[in-house]
């Protein structure tokens, strides 16, 4: 095991899984899973996306999207709505039930990311907050 640890890239992907099973652990409870929650969080960001958008944004296949926002929209946290630009076309919007929810989840998360990181301290975790945004900045696409 030590050799794999060796590897930077193998502790991010095992580090990758452990956290999402904790998160996924917490949103189980009101019915969401990871996927939801990302889902959740874009539509925090914006007045309202097409699937598509949804898709490319969040890199989840356009099938997995419409079983998303199926889910949200049965809980009360997404509903689509015509497109102010295109009536013909549906944009996904976050509910105010959904906002609530996402506050929520987000204090789970917090939680997730305390155990996560708890062998560091506060300057560390700011550290290492800011070295994998850079990562991530470089690395869309």
Known sequence: M???HADTGYLL?????????????????????????????????VEGALQRELSD?????????????????????????????DRRRRVVVLTDPGRTMLRDTDKAGRRVTDELLDP???KEREQLHALLLRVAERSKG
């Open 57 to 85: 944004r969040l890199g989840y296949d356009p099938s997995a999207i419409v079983s998303l926002v199926d889910d949200l929209e049965r809980l009360g946290f997404a509903e689509r709505r015509p497109s102010p630009e």
């Open 120 to 122: 560091l301290d506060a």
């Open 13 to 45: 992907y095992r580090l990758g899984l452990r956290s999402g099973r904790l998160f996924n652990a917490t949103l189980e409870e009101s019915g969401l899973r990871l996927r939801h929650y990302a889902l959740l969080r874009y539509l925090a960001t």
């Open 2 to 4: 030590r050799a794999l």
